[in-house]
C-alpha cells in the first residue's frame, strides 16, 4: 500500500516505506529534541517532493519566528502558501477545539486546498486551557475529527522530562489514542547531549526498531547509526556497555 | 481438562495448552507493544483452528483500520462475520457498561452466535469515562457478567509507562479481579526496543515463567528464547550479566 | 507452645513449628504470587493432618473455581464442607464488616463448627468499598474480632507493584496491626520470574529470616534454597553477586 | 552526668553510657524490626537492675499477648506490676491525648508509681486517630507533657517502608521534636533479612555513628559488629564493597 | 543573522555567535548556580561591549545587595543608571504582571531609555503570587509581551532540586514557551560541587551540545571543558567512565 | 569588605573569611545532623571572639536543655545573658510572625543589645503553624525584616530526608529567599553515619565547593577533608570511587 513519506530517507526507511495513509501519528519528545524541525520538514516535503499539500497549525501567536526559522533550514513556507499548497494557522487551542455546527477553524483551509498531511504544533499545548480529566476525550476528538478528513496527521507532543528513569509516551496517557508513535530523546554521552529518534509503534506495520541518533543540521533532520556501545539509552543517562568478548570470556 | 487455546504454539505450551475454560485474561502492555495483534490472532485461530466463535470490541469509532491491520496480518474479519463466527461491536465503554433490565449491548450479539471467546480492546480505555474510584467496581461487574455468559474474555490493557525501575500490572490495581495477566512489555536491548512477554499469573494452572523475547511478524505473534544474557529485564532497561564463571570464578 | 502448623513442612521449621495459636497473621504478595494457595493449603492441612477446622471466607461472587482450582491441588473442598469440616464464606466486604448487635455474618458459621483457623481472600478487597481513612480502623476491628474468637486467622492483601526499589508491607500502613507478616514476592532471575517466601514479622517468636525460594506445584507449595548468589532480591530485579573470594582477592 | 541505661551493654556503650535523663527518645523501624522488643527490654532493665520506675502504653486493646511475648523473652510483666514497680496502660490514641483540666489518662499512674521510664508503643497509631495537619502539633505537646513529668520517653514510631533508595525518619516529619532518634532497620544480606541498629541523633551527648548488626534472641536485643563488608546499608539493599585494596591497586 | 552576544566568548561560541535577537531565553538551575551572575553579565556587557541598552527586573525588595554584588564583580550598575544605559527595576511579580490599559510597569521605562536586552530575575518567584493552573499562562503572555517590545529577554528559573535521577527544565511545564533554553547544573565530583552549563534548546540555530564546566570567578563566568571522563552529569551525581580501551579490550 | 566570622578556622577559610555582613544564611540538614551545635557555635564565637552580640530565636518551650547541651560543648549561655551580650527568646512561630504596629517580637530585645547576629531554631517549624502556600510569603517578610535590622541571621532549616537519590536544599523552595546555603548532610561510609557540610551558595563572593566531613565533638564542630574515595555523597549513600589509574589503565 502507498505510504506517506517524510522525505527523509533513513527515517521512511525506518518506516518501511513511510507512514500508514490517514495515521494519526504522535511525535513526542522534551523541549529542543527537534519536533518542530521534523514536522516542518515532514511538510515541505510532502510539497515538494510528493505533491501532498499541508496544513500547519501553529500555537504561536507570533509565527514570524516560524518563517525565518524555516528560511534558516532553506524552506520557503510563504512562497509555499501563495501556491496553495500551504496553510499555516495560527489559532489557540481553546479555539481550534471549537465546533460550530460540527465546523472547526480547520475545516475551511481544509476545504480550499485539500490537503493530505497536516501538523499540531504542540498537542501539549492543549493542557494549558483543557482540564486533565478532559483532555483525553478532546485528543480523541481531535484524532477521529482529523481522520475524518482523511487527514494524515503528525501530532506534537512536549514531554517536561529530559531523563529519568521512567520513562512514559506522554503525562497524558494519550498513547492509545494514536496510529503510531515516534519518539525524540535527549541523550547523555560523552557529556554531550545527543538525540535518539525511536518508532515505538507502528500500527499495521512492521518498523525498525532501533535508537537511532539524529541531529538537526541546515538542511533538518539527519539520522545516524544506533547506540550500539551503551545500555539505558531511554533513561537519558546511558551506560557504557561492557564487551560481549569480557562478559563472556568466562563463559 | 479441555484448554482454549491461542494457537499460537510457543504460547499454548507456556500456558500447559492454553487458557481456562471461562477464565477472565489481563493481557497488558503499553502503546505499540502488541496487545491487539495478539487479541485478533486469540479470535481468528479460536474460529479457523478451534471452532469457536468470537466476540471483539473495540471502543475505536473508525473501524476500518481494524479491517485493514487484519487483512495485513492475513485475517479477513468480514469474511468471518458474515459467516455468523465473528462480531465486531464498535462501542463506546460508557454505553458497554449502561444495563438495561439486566440486558447490556453485549447480550444481544453473544445470543445470536453463542461465543466463546471475547475481546474488549482496550479495558483502560473505561479510565476516560468511569472515576477512578469506581473503576475496580465496574471492571469486577464486567468480569463476573462474562463469566457468567461463559465467555473466556482476554481484557486489554494499556499501561502508560513504556520503562520504570517500578512495576504494577496496571495503575489501577485490577490484577486481583482477573484469573490470569500476561505482560508484554518493552525491553531496551543494544539500542533496539525488543518486547518481552510474561505470564505472571494463571489460577488453577502451572505456567512457563520466563520472560521470552516475541516479535510481531506478518503472520502474528512468534515467540523465542528467554532473555539469559540480561538482568533487571522487567524494568525495561536491563543490565547485560556477567558470565557465571566470571562471578564464580573466585570462589 | 504448641503451635499452628501449616503442614508444609519447610515453612512450619522456618516458623519454628507453626503460627502462634489466636494470631493474626498477614499474608501480603501481588497478583499470580500464590497467596490463595497457600492459604487453602493452611486451611486443608489444619482440617486434614491436624483436626483443626477452618472458614474460607472469600469475596469472589462465583466460587465454582475456587472448588476447580483447589481439586487441581488434590483438595476436595465440598467433601470437607459436609463433613462441617470447613466452611467457605462467599460476601463482600461491605457485608463481612457490617455486624447487627455486635453480630456479624461471620459469627454463625464460627459458632457452628468452632473453627480454629480462618482465611480472609482478600483484605485488600476492602479497598474497594472502604474509604481510605476508614481502612485502618477497620481492619484493627476486624483483626481484634477475629482474634476474641480465639481464631488464628490469615489476612490475605494483594500487592499491586511486581517489583521497585521500595518496598512496603502494604500500601495501607497496617503491618503493625498484625502479629506475623509473611511476604511472597515475585523475584527475576535469569529471565525468568521465580517467587521468594519471607517471614518478616512473627511476634513473640523466633523465625527463619532468609528469602527462600518457593514453587506452587500441584501438590500446593513447595519451598526450597534461598537467593544465596544474588543482592536486591527484595527490590525484584537483583543483581548477580560477585563471589567473595573476588571481592576480598585484593584484601 | 548520669544516664538512664538501657541495660544492653553494647546498646550503652554507643550511647555512651546511655540516654539523657528526661529525654523524649524517638525509635523507629518497620513492622517487625524489634521495636516492642527493645522498649520492653529498656523498661524491665530500668525495674530490675536500675531500679526505675516504668510505665508501658499501649494501643493493643489485648495485652495477653504483650505478657505471653515477655514472658517468653524471660519477663514476668505482671510480677513487676503487683510490684508495682510498673504499669501498663492499655488505651487508645485519642483517649490519650484527651485532658481533662490539664489531667490526662497517665498522669494518675505516673502519680502513683513515681516512675522515670515511659514507653509508648506505638506513636504512629496517632496517624490513625489525628489528622495528619495535627499529628506535629499532638506529639510536640505529648513529648513535652512527659517531659514536665520528668519522665524519659521511649516513642515508638512504625514505618511503611521496608526498604527504599530513599530514607526518612517518619513519613510525618516529627524529628525535631525529640531529642533522640534510635533507627531499627532490615537490611537484605546474602539472602537474609538481617537487623541493623543506628543512634541518628542524640542530643547533649557523642555516640557511636555505626550502623550495628543485632538480633532478637531468647534473652532479648543482642548487638553485633557493624556490616564492614557493604554500602547503601541505610537502602535495605546494600551492594557488597570491594576490597579496598582492589580499589586501590592502581593507585 | 546579527546576534545578542553575551560577551562570554566560550558561551557565545557554543551559541554560534549569540542568542537570536528577540527570542526569550529560559535560564534554568537551582539556587547558587550562577543564574544572577549571568544574568548581570549578559546586561553589562551587553551596554559596554555592544551598544545594547538593558532592563534588570528584580523581585528583592532591597537591590542594595545587588549593587555590592555587581561592584564585586567589577560591575558599577548604578554608573550604567546614570547614564541612562539601564534601568534596574524592584518590584514583585504581580506587580509585574498587572497591566492597566495594556500598559504594565515595564513599558515606561522601556519607552525611555529603548533597551534591546532584558532580564526577569527571576520567573519562578511568580510561584509565591500565582496559581499553579494560570502560571503556564502568565509566562506565555509576558514572553509574548516582551517579544512585541521586540526585546530579548532572559528569564531566569530557580529550580529546587539540586540533584536526581530524573530532570525537567522546570516544574511548572513551561519550556515550550520560551525560544532557547540555558541549563545551569551542580555537578557532584570528585567530593566537590562543580558546575555544569549546557544548552538545551536554541530556536532556529545550531549550538554546542556539550556540558561544560564553568566557574564564578571575580570577572564573572568563565567557561571551560566538558566532563569527557564521566557518565550521568544531568542526574548531578556522575559515574567514572571506564577507559574505552577497558571496555573495547574484549571485543 | 569586612565578614562575620564563624570562628570556626576550617568554616572561615571555606566561606573566605566568613558570611557577607547583613547576609541571610540558610543552614539545612536533617534532625541530628549537627545544625543547632553550629548555630550556637556560630553565636558565642561571636560574642567570645569577634564582639558580636547575638540573639538565639529557640522554639522549644523547655529551654533548660538548650542551657544544658550548651554547658556540655563549654559554653555558658546563662553567663552571655547575664552579661547582655546574648538573648535567647523561646517562643512559638506564630507569635514570632505577628507584627503588632510593624513591631515583633524580636524588635525589643534588638533594640535592648543591638545584636549582629541572630539564629532562628528552626526555621522548619513554621510548618507546623503557617500554612504550605504561605509558608515562603513569611519567610520572605521574616528575612527582610532581619535584613533591615542590619542582622547576619542564620536560619535553621531541618529536612525530614536522611537519604535519597534526589537532592533539594528544602522541600518548600525557599532557597531563593536567602544569600547563602550551608548543607549538613549524613553520608553512610563503611557502615557508619558521617556528617559532610558544603556551602552550596554565598551570595556575592567566592567559597569552597568541596563536601568536607565534618564531627560534633566536646568543643563543637570539627571540620575536615572531604571524601576523595567516594561517587554519590550527596545521595547519602555513595560508592567506592574505583582508583583513577583503574580506569585509565586501559585508555
Redo the contacts between chains.
Keep these: 500500500m502507498e505510504r506517506i513519506k517524510t522525505g527523509i530517507a533513513e527515517l521512511d526507511a525506518m518506516l518501511k516505506g513511510g507512514f500508514m495513509p490517514?495515521d494519526a501519528v504522535l511525535l513526542t519528545g522534551?523541549?529542543?529534541s527537534g519536533k518542530t524541525t521534523l514536522a516542518l520538514q515532514y511538510l515541505v516535503n510532502g510539497v515538494t517532493k510528493f505533491g501532498d499539500k499541508g496544513i500547519y497549525v501553529t500555537f504561536e501567536?507570533?509565527p514570524d519566528?516560524i518563517y525565518?526559522?524555516a528560511l534558516?533550514l532553506g524552506w520557503d513556507l510563504r512562497k509555499l502558501e501563495d501556491e496553495d499548497k500551504l496553510r499555516i494557522i495560527c489559532t489557540s487551542p481553546n479555539i481550534m477545539l471549537e465546533t460550530d455546527e460540527g465546523e472547526n477553524i480547520l475545516d475551511q483551509p481544509i476545504k480550499e486546498i485539500q490537503p493530505r498531511r497536516i501538523v499540531i504544533d504542540?498537542l501539549?499545548?492543549l493542557?494549558?486551557f483543557v482540564p486533565k480529566e478532559e483532555l483525553?476525550?478532546e485528543v480523541?476528538r481531535l484524532a477521529?475529527h482529523l481522520?475524518?478528513k482523511n487527514l494524515s496527521s503528525l501530532l506534537l507532543w512536549?514531554k517536561?522530562?529530559?531523563?529519568?528513569?521512567?520513562?512514559?509516551?506522554?503525562d497524558a496517557?494519550i498513547?492509545?489514542l494514536?496510529?503510531s508513535?515516534v519518539v525524540l530523546k535527549?541523550v547523555?554521552i560523552?557529556?554531550?547531549?545527543?538525540k535518539a529518534l525511536?518508532i515505538?509503534?507502528?500500527?499495521?506495520?512492521?518498523h525498525d526498531?532501533?535508537?537511532r541518533e539524529f541531529q538537526?543540521?541546515?538542511n533538518g533532520i539527519s539520522i545516524f547509526a544506533?547506540?550500539?556501545?551503551?545500555?539505558?539509552?531511554?533513561?537519558?543517562?546511558?551506560?557504557?556497555?561492557?564487551?560481549?568478548?569480557?562478559?563472556?570470556?568466562?563463559?
Design positions: 490517514g522534551s523541549a529542543g501567536e507570533l519566528q525565518r526559522d534558516n504542540a501539549s499545548h493542557e494549558i483525553r476525550r480523541y477521529r481522520k475524518m512536549e517536561p522530562e529530559i531523563l529519568g528513569q521512567s520513562f512514559s509516551v506522554t496517557g498513547g492509545f494514536v496510529d508513535i535527549f547523555e560523552e557529556s554531550s547531549m545527543k525511536m515505538l509503534k507502528m500500527r499495521g506495520s512492521d526498531k532501533h535508537l538537526t543540521t541546515s544506533s547506540f550500539d556501545e551503551y545500555e539505558g539509552i531511554m533513561t537519558g543517562s546511558p551506560r557504557r556497555r561492557v564487551g560481549e568478548r569480557f562478559a563472556n570470556a568466562f563463559k
